[in-house]
């Protein structure tokens, strides 16, 4: 009996180690079954932007893109960022209630832990009170948490952090500004810059300017080991984001009052914390449980906690709200926004300072050159250019930043030099322009006047030299720079050409003239004074005029004689000399002269004889009566 006992113990326990029924042969049996890949543990962070090798731009993980796609309904991303070893991570782990081990990577070292930005793969569930908001559309909306690299570590480039600082501005529906301890002047202005980064970029992306289709998010300026006394964090955190009274118009006030202004467009409304140490040892906080941990500090983590959750609101892109697959799209379009531009750094601000500064001083070369009126001589010219540049160079070496190791000072000082050269090989050139112009416009009007002076009536040796003298005055005066000399010469020759052409009609006309007098002589003296002595004089030097040129046959000529040179000497003392000049006076002294002769005339032939008959007249009567007066007294 004790034996057939144990035999049916035994085969029940036999029974009770196979398999149950349809085991065997489940997985052919069941094909969609065998297919299904294990579940991803999405309980751990997942890094969703790396860094390049250089350090200098990112890389879009597509393991961290994934797990984001996969997170169902709207998303609000809480991005923390600030300075490195700050205790960012710890501080998001404490957000989630999770470990070191299991959270986001905590380091204790000298050197940055998180490197490029993580994502906390399970999404945090806001609570159903706050799921109510119609933004949402019955949906269950989901904080997501992400955990940035901290900035100012060594061995990066600066663009690197405006990267990660621009690309967590822009994603964040709620951005968390862990600080240490304050806020400084230089927390302001990075985050300022990363901001104007940020939408600047993603316009680019959208294609267009104006205001960012991205709704800027919520402001948390959460400031770590708040052990100062005196004002409240949130008084602190306002005060720093208020203007700075600038009665003078300082620009360097102006310049902070700006910063502050961008911040106040970004965030909806700016919020500070204060959080408490955890522990005076920081490098064992992972260690330590919560029983071990400050007592106010425990509060305030509780109470940042639920500000968190208070501050989640929508995120807004494109006016839609924004989902898994909207906030993965956002982080891959703005990554190859960020990485496809150069981003001002320090050393570029300085050398984009720099080149504005050469811009300046070659403006302010220009407008010493164009001071020096033009034309001018070249070695004026040369002068005030050597003068300018000196003082150009010495204005950019005075108000320049930086060395040439980091700013490029020296091709800088080339390109300065450059422009400088360039801009006085055009004032050379337009001084050369100017100078022909007017040594042209010189030379022209000294041609017309010896133009004027062969045509006159009454010509004049001394006055066509004269003139000429004076017309080489003016245009020694007016003719200045590069074009003097060759119009100079071109002067001369017109000078040499006219004069011949002058001596030559000369002659001819002082012939002619002297021919004409004599006709007139010899029909005034013989119709109309009837002086026949001097009738017949015009008529023996007229004919004398006539055939004395004629008797040169074997050359020379008759202007060439000792009387004829006399002659010319005479007509130029009375034509023209330093009392007067009869080209001027002529045609108003043959009228007065005619009108005078006609006058003398009827003096003469009229006026006269009546005034003398009248005369004579009266000195008759008087003795006629007086012959009278003797008659009757003899009588």
């Given at each position: 009996?004790?034996?057939?006992?144990?035999?049916?113990?035994?085969?029940?326990?036999?029974?009770?180690?196979?398999?149950?029924?349809?085991?065997?042969?489940?997985?052919?049996?069941?094909?969609?079954?065998?297919?299904?890949?294990?579940?991803?543990?999405?309980?751990?962070?997942?890094?969703?932007?790396?860094?390049?090798?250089?350090?200098?731009?990112?890389?879009?993980?597509?393991?961290?893109?994934?797990?984001?796609?996969?997170?169902?309904?709207?998303?609000?991303?809480?991005?923390?960022?600030?300075?490195?070893?700050?205790?960012?991570?710890?501080?998001?782990?404490?957000?989630?209630?999770?470990?070191?081990?299991?959270?986001?990577?905590?380091?204790?070292?000298?050197?940055?832990?998180?490197?490029?930005?993580?994502?906390?793969?399970?999404?945090?569930?806001?609570?159903?009170?706050?799921?109510?908001?119609?933004?949402?559309?019955?949906?269950?909306?989901?904080?997501?948490?992400?955990?940035?690299?901290?900035?100012?570590?060594?061995?990066?480039?600066?663009?690197?952090?405006?990267?990660?600082?621009?690309?967590?501005?822009?994603?964040?529906?709620?951005?968390?500004?862990?600080?240490?301890?304050?806020?400084?002047?230089?927390?302001?202005?990075?985050?300022?810059?990363?901001?104007?980064?940020?939408?600047?970029?993603?316009?680019?992306?959208?294609?267009?300017?104006?205001?960012?289709?991205?709704?800027?998010?919520?402001?948390?300026?959460?400031?770590?080991?708040?052990?100062?006394?005196?004002?409240?964090?949130?008084?602190?955190?306002?005060?720093?984001?208020?203007?700075?009274?600038?009665?003078?118009?300082?620009?360097?006030?102006?310049?902070?009052?700006?910063?502050?202004?961008?911040?106040?467009?970004?965030?909806?409304?700016?919020?500070?914390?204060?959080?408490?140490?955890?522990?005076?040892?920081?490098?064992?906080?992972?260690?330590?449980?919560?029983?071990?941990?400050?007592?106010?500090?425990?509060?305030?983590?509780?109470?940042?906690?639920?500000?968190?959750?208070?501050?989640?609101?929508?995120?807004?892109?494109?006016?839609?709200?924004?989902?898994?697959?909207?906030?993965?799209?956002?982080?891959?379009?703005?990554?190859?926004?960020?990485?496809?531009?150069?981003?001002?750094?320090?050393?570029?601000?300085?050398?984009?300072?720099?080149?504005?500064?050469?811009?300046?001083?070659?403006?302010?070369?220009?407008?010493?050159?164009?001071?020096?009126?033009?034309?001018?001589?070249?070695?004026?010219?040369?002068?005030?250019?050597?003068?300018?540049?000196?003082?150009?160079?010495?204005?950019?070496?005075?108000?320049?930043?930086?060395?040439?190791?980091?700013?490029?000072?020296?091709?800088?000082?080339?390109?300065?030099?450059?422009?400088?050269?360039?801009?006085?090989?055009?004032?050379?050139?337009?001084?050369?322009?100017?100078?022909?112009?007017?040594?042209?416009?010189?030379?022209?009007?000294?041609?017309?006047?010896?133009?004027?002076?062969?045509?006159?009536?009454?010509?004049?040796?001394?006055?066509?030299?004269?003139?000429?003298?004076?017309?080489?005055?003016?245009?020694?005066?007016?003719?200045?720079?590069?074009?003097?000399?060759?119009?100079?010469e071109r002067l001369q020759k017109a000078w040499r050409r006219?004069?011949?052409?002058?001596?030559?009609?000369?002659?001819?006309?002082?012939?002619?003239?002297?021919?004409?007098?004599?006709?007139?002589?010899?029909?005034?003296?013989?119709?109309?004074?009837?002086?026949?002595?001097?009738?017949?004089?015009?008529?023996?030097?007229?004919?004398?005029?006539?055939?004395?040129?004629?008797?040169?046959?074997?050359?020379?000529?008759?202007?060439?004689?000792?009387?004829?040179?006399?002659?010319?000497?005479?007509?130029?003392?009375?034509?023209?000399?330093?009392?007067?000049?009869?080209?001027?006076?002529?045609?108003?002294?043959?009228?007065?002269?005619?009108?005078?002769?006609?006058?003398?005339?009827?003096?003469?032939?009229?006026?006269?004889?009546?005034?003398?008959?009248?005369?004579?007249?009266?000195?008759?009567?008087?003795?006629?009566?007086?012959?009278?007066?003797?008659?009757?007294?003899?009588?």
């Amino acid at each position: 009996m004790r034996n057939k006992l144990a035999w049916t113990w035994a085969t029940l326990v036999c029974l009770s180690c196979l398999p149950a029924p349809g085991a065997f042969g489940a997985r052919s049996l069941d094909p969609q079954r065998s297919e299904q890949k294990p579940a991803i543990n999405v309980r751990r962070p997942f890094a969703l932007v790396e860094p390049v090798e250089s350090h200098t731009k990112l890389s879009v993980s597509d393991e961290g893109l994934e797990a984001i796609r996969n997170i169902p309904g709207p998303v609000i991303p809480v991005v923390v960022i600030g300075p490195y070893r700050s205790g960012k991570s710890f501080l998001l782990n404490q957000l989630l209630g999770v470990g070191c081990t299991e959270g986001f990577g905590v380091g204790h070292t000298r050197s940055t832990q998180t490197k490029g930005v993580w994502v906390w793969g399970e999404p945090q569930k806001l609570p159903p009170s706050a799921n109510t908001l119609p933004e949402f559309a019955g949906q269950d909306a989901s904080i997501v948490y992400l955990d940035t690299e901290g900035f100012e570590s060594t061995g990066k480039a600066d663009a690197y952090d405006d990267r990660i600082f621009a690309l967590s501005t822009l994603i964040s529906a709620v951005l968390i500004y862990n600080l240490p301890e304050t806020v400084r002047e230089s927390d302001i202005q990075k985050l300022s810059f990363a901001v104007e980064l940020a939408e600047g970029f993603y316009a680019d992306v959208q294609g267009g300017g104006g205001s960012s289709p991205v709704e800027p998010g919520s402001m948390l300026w959460l400031i770590q080991r708040d052990f100062l006394e005196g004002k409240t964090v949130q008084s602190m955190v306002s005060e720093a984001l208020q203007p700075v009274p600038n009665p003078f118009q300082d620009q360097d006030i102006a310049q902070v009052n700006k910063i502050r202004q961008s911040l106040q467009l970004v965030a909806r409304n700016s919020t500070a914390f204060g959080l408490h140490q955890p522990h005076m040892e920081r490098t064992k906080l992972c260690e330590l449980g919560d029983d071990q941990l400050d007592k106010k500090y425990l509060e305030q983590r509780a109470q940042l906690h639920e500000l968190v959750q208070q501050l989640a609101k929508p995120k807004r892109v494109n006016g839609k709200v924004m989902t898994g697959p909207g906030l993965a799209e956002l982080v891959s379009q703005m990554v190859t926004a960020l990485n496809a531009r150069d981003i001002p750094t320090a050393g570029s601000i300085l050398e984009h300072f720099n080149k504005e500064l050469v811009y300046r001083v070659r403006d302010t070369y220009i407008t010493t050159l164009e001071s020096l009126a033009l034309p001018v001589t070249e070695a004026a010219l040369a002068a005030h250019h050597e003068a300018a540049s000196a003082a150009a160079r010495q204005q950019f070496q005075a108000e320049k930043f930086g060395n040439d190791l980091t700013t490029g000072l020296g091709s800088l000082q080339d390109m300065l030099q450059a422009s400088l050269d360039k801009e006085y090989v055009g004032r050379q050139t337009a001084n050369t322009l100017e100078s022909n112009r007017r040594c042209e416009k010189a030379e022209t009007d000294c041609e017309d006047t010896l133009e004027r002076e062969q045509l006159v009536k009454l010509p004049s040796t001394g006055r066509f030299e004269d003139r000429f003298t004076h017309c080489q005055a003016a245009f020694e005066g007016a003719c200045i720079g590069p074009a003097h000399t060759g119009q100079s010469e071109r002067l001369q020759k017109a000078w040499r050409r006219e004069h011949t052409r002058f001596k030559h009609d000369y002659n001819d006309k002082l012939y002619n003239g002297l021919v004409l007098l004599l006709l007139v002589d010899i029909l005034m003296f013989r119709f109309v004074i009837k002086f026949s002595i001097l009738e017949s004089l015009g008529w023996v030097v007229f004919l004398f005029l006539q055939v004395y040129p004629k008797l040169y046959l074997n050359g020379g000529s008759m202007y060439e004689a000792h009387w004829w040179v006399i002659l010319v000497r005479v007509w130029e003392i009375i034509v023209y000399n330093p009392v007067l000049d009869l080209e001027k006076w002529w045609q108003i002294l043959t009228p007065v002269a005619f009108v005078s002769f006609v006058a003398w005339k009827l003096w003469v032939k009229c006026i006269r004889p009546r005034w003398k008959r009248r005369q004579d007249k009266r000195l008759i009567l008087p003795t006629k009566q007086g012959d009278g007066d003797r008659r009757d007294l003899s009588v």
